[in-house]
């Protein structure tokens, strides 16, 4: 019984030796943080909305896009992207709010690396009209 439990302890052992020896993790995706506007936030006509974004990533970015579009049909109120070799990317920007019925708003962020990783994210708002 002795002479078991030691094969299956030194097994485990060089399991994880062997294990912790391959792992070279790939890094993540880019990471995107929605700071403004706040999920399920309502707008009245004429009010202004303060998009602020920030992508972050390990490795160089390759492009980003943030796009402000009608939840109905997708049309698209407002975008702002570029092709990026950096590791960082912050959007500061502003729409105002100018539809003419009430309106669900989707912010969608996307971002891409040099490796095809990408990450999406997006939240939810209504707009008020006049």
Known sequence: MKNIFSFVLTAFAAILFFSACDNKEEPGVPQIVIESPEEGTTF????????????????????????????????????????SHSTEAHVHDHWVNNVSDHTDMELVVTATDHKDRTSTKKIHFHCHPN
Request: aromatic share 8%.
């Open 44 to 83: 009245e006509f004429g009010d202004t909305v303060h998009i602020e974004v920030d992508v972050t990533h390990t490795e160089e970015l390759h492009e980003y896009l943030v796009e402000l579009k009608k939840v109905s049909d997708g049309t698209v109120l407002f975008s702002e992207g570029e092709h």
